[in-house]
């Protein structure tokens, strides 16, 4: 198939300045920061009070930088090639030389400015006034205070990480999704090309089939190992919030995202009250227009993201080639600076673009560090779902580039707004092609489709973190498996979506979907980081609803924000435009605007071509 053809552009990483992921110029740049690290270490442990704390900051950014370096580009190079054992070796001997070089060397930094009494970081700042360029960095760390521990334990706990903690297992876990293949029809297909099957195919048959294929699949091995992968990352998370003394599950990630506790939990409740009744709502209206135009009969868990079949617009694969015309133009309409920003990383080769084997899957956008990154990993197969993923992922590049600025130790921004400008990438493009749509069909087609997107973004994100709650509890009594990790994905469907052939749910079956938490990453990788989706698409949401109503100087305020990087926490942020999260009518107004605005239009355009359905199901 052309789509998955290797001769799709793959990216040049020569810029990180090494052959191959054996060059010895690896090992001999790890050995000068090595030996940087220790002058670092006895030139300032111990004397941040009485010696420069801007000279320590810049020298440890530096040294933070190049580990980052050399760490990007092992992560970068394996992630194309999760089959080379040999390359899965040397990753994890350059990962355990970097845990030395932090635990000895570096770890001791963060925790002893954290320590700094007031009145020494107040000395500091009056006395070099360049060091306030970081405060935000500080201020992360002195917020931390309270939950470090003891500087030897922090040590032996960063040093033994590659070897005795969660990142051994998480790899292997990566490794087996990867190298899984599915009999679909005879065929042999990866998962990136079997979910993509599904996903753009209007044969409820056969979505049924690849739904079926996949839960199969992960059926046995895959499953045990991901549950004792989740098991250990919950076990993790469970002793290190006892021993940090953070107050709930989410407290940890929220306090690195600078984000109250009070706030994620508003959010959540207001999903599950606004959210949760137009979610339904919505997929009632689908299910009505698939019975009509597929002549479907039952209304299962693998018709969820099935496209509409009424537009006579050319269906088939879209080639790579307009793809980036249709971002670049979403970009341009609303910022010619990011249509730039977008053609560069496609023109200089920074994105890998094809479904290959031995490949990552998903996608995403690695910011590296600034002057080398972005790079973007995509598994793309044609559909117009990867046009969306380009879209998002194209928009974490242009916040990284944007806000390179800061430097490498503030350009990363808080979960909260990290997916911001991803979210309005892919807002952007839908709302271009939206405006082009040529017939009321065409307009209905993208709008289910937008709706598909937005409801995966927020409710379907916050049934994950319900999962991640309802695992990481029952984690405590001890380790998990296979069947109480179905269960749980069960229950965390059914809050959400209503109990698949009862009243409050539109569903008719579940059927093929228990194994399904066994293919998320993120609840491995990063735990409770879930939500930021929801956060960033009903933010997203409001922030275009201030573009249509007010554009003047818009442009400008959203690259405002997202140049700042991690130097502002969300509310201050949002201040610009207008919006307060901190209210606590914030995200329910919030989801009535967005998902509900799109919600009413796709029900208006439908009742218009004759398509019609009862608003029930907690509607």
């Keep these: 198939m052309a789509s998955t053809s290797p001769d799709l552009p793959r990216w040049d990483l020569s810029r990180f300045g090494f052959e191959t992921p054996f060059d010895a110029k690896i090992d001999e740049q790890l050995e000068a920061i090595k030996e940087k690290s220790k002058e670092f270490k006895d030139t300032f442990e111990g004397h941040l009070v009485d010696k420069s704390l801007l000279e320590a900051v810049t020298a440890y950014e530096k040294i933070a930088s190049q580990l980052g370096l050399i760490g990007s580009y092992m992560s970068l190079s394996y992630d194309v090639d999760l089959e080379n054992d040999k390359l899965k070796k040397r990753k994890g001997a350059i990962s355990q030389l970097q845990s030395e070089i932090r635990g000895n060397f570096l770890e001791w930094f963060e925790l002893d ?24 960095f500080l201020d992360e760390l002195r917020r931390q205070r309270p939950h470090n521990l003891d500087k030897t334990v922090e040590r032996a706990l960063t040093v033994r990480a590659p070897y005795a903690g969660t990142r051994p ?23 990136e090309v079997l979910l993509s099957r599904m996903q753009s195919s209007k044969d ?13 699949g992960l059926d046995g091995a895959v499953t045990r190992v991901a549950a004792l992968s989740l098991s250990s990352v919950a076990g993790s998370w ?37 959210g ?79 479904a290959t084997n031995g490949k990552k899957g998903g996608a995403y956008c690695a910011g590296v560090v600034p002057g080398i990154g972005p790079y973007q990993l995509l598994n793309f197969d044609g559909s117009k779902q990867d046009v969306s993923t380009l879209a998002h992922e194209s928009g974490h590049g242009c916040h990284d ?35 082009l749509a040529a017939s009321s069909e065409e307009r209905l087609t993208l709008l289910m489709s937008k709706i598909d997107d937005v409801i995966n973004s927020v409710v379907r994100q916050c049934s994950f973190d319900r999962f991640e709650e309802l695992t990481h ?10 069947e109480e990790l179905d269960t749980f994905w069960t229950q965390a469907m059914e809050e959400y979506y209503g109990r698949a052939g009862e009243e409050d749910s539109p569903f008719d079956a579940y059927d093929d979907t228990s194994h399904l938490w066994a293919y998320v990453p993120h609840f491995h990788h990063v735990p409770f980081y879930v939500y ?23 442009e400008d305020r959203l690259l405002d924000l997202l140049a700042a990087g991690g130097t502002r926490d969300f509310a201050t942020a949002l201040q610009p435009f207008g919006l307060d999260p901190t209210s606590p009518t914030f995200w329910e107004d919030a989801l009535k605007a967005h998902l509900g605005g799109l919600v009413e239009e796709a029900e208006k355009l439908a009742k218009e071509l004759g398509y019609t359905h009862e608003k029930s199901c907690g509607a």
Aim: with cysteine; glycine share 4%; hydrophobic share 35%.
């Design 204 to 216: 409820s048959e056969f979505r049924s089939l690849c739904l079926k294929t996949l839960n199969n």
């Design 238 to 274: 469970l002793i290190e919030n006892k021993e940090r003394n953070y107050e709930n599950l989410r407290s940890r990630r929220n306090l690195d995202n600078n984000c109250p506790d009070n706030i994620v939990d508003s959010l959540l409740r207001g999903v599950q009250t606004a």
């Design 532 to 554: 930021s989706y929801a956060f960033a698409d009903l933010v997203v949401g409001t922030l275009y609803h201030s573009f249509q109503t007010t554009p003047t100087g818009f």
């Design 401 to 435: 580039i944007l806000a390179y600025k800061q430097g490498y130790l503030q350009y990363h921004p808080p979960l909260t707004l990290a997916e911001t400008a991803s979210i309005f990438g892919e807002m952007i493009v839908f709302r271009d092609l939206l405006e």
């Design 276 to 354: 949760v009744p137009l979610c339904k709502r919505y997929y009632g209206l689908k299910k009505t227009i698939l019975q009509q135009t597929q002549g479907l009969k039952h209304f299962r868990w693998s018709d969820r993201n099935a496209p509409i079949d009424i537009s006579n617009a050319e269906e088939g694969k879209i080639s790579w080639e307009t793809a980036v015309q249709m971002v670049e133009r979403g970009y341009r309409k609303f910022s010619p600076r990011m249509a730039e920003m977008f053609l560069n990383m496609v023109n200089e080769k920074r994105i890998d673009v094809p």
């Design 169 to 191: 297992l998480i790899s292997f876990f990566d490794k087996e999704l990867s190298l899984m293949r599915f009999d679909l029809n005879g065929e042999s297909v990866n998962m």
């Design 113 to 136: 400015v954290a320590e700094l009494s007031e009145d020494a970081l107040k000395k500091q700042l009056e006395s070099e006034s360049e060091v306030k360029k970081y405060t935000a």
């Design 473 to 482: 509890t029952a984690r405590e009594k001890g380790e998990l498996s296979v």
